[in-house]
């Protein structure tokens, strides 16, 4: 047997296998394909205070080995979230992480205190990298004091694990993973999606209606694990890695780069099954290269 | 959701090139066909490469409980669909579904129930099926077609296309007893002109018809502009791009006028609906068609 338990940052997950925010709705629509249960966590998609009916479509464009997406948030709001969708995850028994956006530093402390009341909540996962809305997302994530300023009023609010989701975007993310963990970070996660468009050449016009989206899946694993790799050996809090991960041996990749844990995102779309098979795949290269604790990979590639 | 998710890895039993680009593709997915209802849609994948990375949305053209089997039909327009095109029979293919909501079926003796108030139709009574198709929108209304027609009411089809060598499958739909009309843009069979000419000009008054229109949107458009003249109720099948199909992403809304659901929420003019999942098929009043 392999013990497949990790420790995120105070937050203990039965494997490390999670899904990435946006990527697998509130669990619901994954519950027929996939027992939420033997997950790690589910990471559901980005809350906001008030409710955002989001960006017009088309919202998504396929590109080589990956997507293309401009969602902007869509959500019912953090209060419907609780009262509507949080019970029956809380029944299924796996953990949830929820994904928090503010449109000021204040409301991100508002978001967290929400969070820190609701007992259903396990973690926070504090997203200063949206590409995809006009006002406060990403912006908070481009810089190491707006990000700080962010995690710190987060950290004022809530006793639960803190993971600070940080944004490829950036000349140098260790500069922001330094200044995350300094505030009080007690995870990051990393990537979110890199800044991208796609032009369809019969109209001449770009494909996305909000013209720039967030490129994800394969066609990013290289970029997501060199920053991985480069914040594990910048600072000491764990890291939940994603940005690409299609297979059980890409997984193990982020693993050995320095993440404790990783996030299935575009993967589930192209098999709705994506995380189980990476669980199995993952416990199944442990059994075979004799590994008995699968937190030993963690940074096996140092 | 209702019916239970399969993910499944189903045969090709038949796939047969109907037209230069249009194919017809049988699948075994006993599972799926038993539950599928008209108008929903599967999700599949060829292999499992990265590359193309998404799963394509295919509606049901033919659902066959009894042998098990669903049948697609498509026309190449990009990467995934020629790669479908060159699955051989035997091999198998990645499918997930059914998914999204289907048509409103009739009940026993062609009654179709309209459980929504406000709207002006009378409900309950019997009505005659009217379907309108847009090229490839034919697909989804012959499962639909086939529910009709053994509530006894046949009805009607308006089939617009480009030219008269495009027409697919009318045997099919002749088999079922359905009236056909065709309207062509070069004038080669039918009318000359859109399927949308095509319903301007069908007399329909005093025969009660629910109006069932799959195509692509400006036609949706203007077939439910002549259905809300004429006080006709009208379903429409929505086509948007789509990465999950199952409601977790969100990448493929359309503006639809819901019901509020939540009491204390102001009130709004319209949400995004996930066409996967609220849809693909919408009662065409619901949808915001401006904009």
Redesign the interface.
């Known amino acids: 047997m392999v013990d497949l338990q990790v420790n995120l940052g105070g937050l203990v997950l039965k494997n490390p296998v999670t899904t990435a925010s ?4 509130f669990g619901e ?2 519950a ?2 996939v027992d939420l249960n033997r997950l790690g966590a589910v990471t559901v ?1 980005g809350l906001t205070l008030e ?1 955002r ?2 960006n017009p ?6 590109t ?4 293309l ?1 401009a ?1 902007g948030l ?1 959500n ?1 709001g953090i209060y ?1 979230f609780i009262r509507e969708y949080l019970p029956s995850l809380v029944t299924d028994g796996v953990p949830v992480i929820v994904n928090i956006n503010g449109y000021s530093v204040e409301e991100y402390g508002l978001l967290a205190a929400i969070c820190e009341a609701t007992a259903g909540v396990a973690a926070l996962e504090v997203n200063i990298s949206c590409p995809n809305v006009r006002q406060g997302g990403m912006q908070f994530g481009l810089s190491p004091q707006s990000a700080a300023a962010v995690t710190q009023e987060v950290r004022r609010h809530t006793r639960k694990p803190v993971i600070v989701k940080l944004s490829p975007n950036v000349t140098d993310i260790t500069e922001i993973a330094r200044a995350v963990t300094a505030a009080g970070a007690d995870a990051v996660s990393l990537i979110n999606t890199l800044l991208g468009m796609a032009i369809d050449v019969g109209s001449r016009r770009p494909v996305l209606a909000n013209v720039f989206g967030g490129l994800s ?2 066609a990013v694993k290289p970029v997501a694990l060199r920053m991985v790799y480069q914040v594990y050996q910048a600072v000491k809090v764990p890291i939940l890695g994603m940005g690409g991960i ?1 297979t059980a041996g890409d997984a193990v990749e982020f693993m050995m780069a320095g993440a404790t844990a990783v996030a299935v995102g ?1 993967a ?6 994506a995380t189980l098979d990476i669980l199995e795949g993952m416990a199944g290269f442990c059994l075979q290269e004799g590994i008995t604790g699968i937190s030993e990979l963690t940074g096996a590639a140092h | ?1 209702k019916t ?2 399969l ?1 499944t890895a189903a045969p090709v039993i038949e796939h047969e090139q109907l037209k230069p680009d249009v194919y017809r593709l049988v699948l075994a997915a006993p599972s799926i066909a038993r539950q599928a209802l008209p108008g929903q849609f599967i999700q599949v ?1 060829v292999n ?1 490469l ?6 394509r949305p295919f509606s049901l053209a033919r659902i066959s409980a009894d042998q098990g089997t669903i049948t697609l039909l498509y026309r190449i327009v990009g ?1 995934g669909t020629r790669l479908l095109a060159g699955v051989p029979t035997g091999q198998t293919v ?1 499918l ?1 579904g059914p998914l999204g909501q289907g048509w409103a079926l009739p009940a026993a003796g062609g009654i179709l129930s309209r459980q929504r108030a406000g709207w002006p139709y009378p409900p309950d009574r019997a009505v005659m099926p009217v379907y309108v198709a847009g090229g490839m929108g034919i697909a989804p209304l012959l499962p639909l077609a086939v529910e009709w027609y053994r509530q006894g009411q046949p009805g009607l089809l308006l089939y617009g296309v480009r030219s008269g060598d495009q027409l697919a499958l009318l045997g099919q739909w002749e088999e079922l007893g359905v009236k056909v009309r065709i309207a062509t843009e070069d004038g080669s069979v039918g009318i000359r002109g859109t399927v949308i000419d095509l319903l301007a000009a069908t007399c329909l008054t005093g025969r009660h018809p629910v109006i069932y229109a799959c195509g692509p949107w400006p036609l949706l458009k203007a077939i439910h502009q002549i259905a809300r003249g004429n006080y006709w109720p009208c379903q429409v099948s929505l086509e ?15 503006r639809g006028k819901i019901p509020q659901v ?1 009491p204390i ?1 102001e009130p ?1 003019p319209w ?2 609906v996930r066409v996967c ?1 609220e849809g693909p098929v919408f009662w065409s009043d619901e949808v915001v068609w401006d904009g």
Do not use: S
Request: proline share 12%.
């Open positions: 946006g990527t697998f709705g629509e994954y027929a394909f998609k409710p009916e989001g479509a088309p919202r998504v464009a396929e080589p080995a990956g997507m997406n969602i869509q019912p419907r899946g394969p299609y575009t589930n779309f192209a098999n709705p099954r | 959701m239970p998710l993910l994948r499992n990265a590359e193309p990375l998404l799963p990467r990645q997930w948007e791009r789509m990465a999950c199909g199952v409601g977790a992403c969100l990448g493929c809304v359309c939540d929420a709004v949400r995004h999942r």
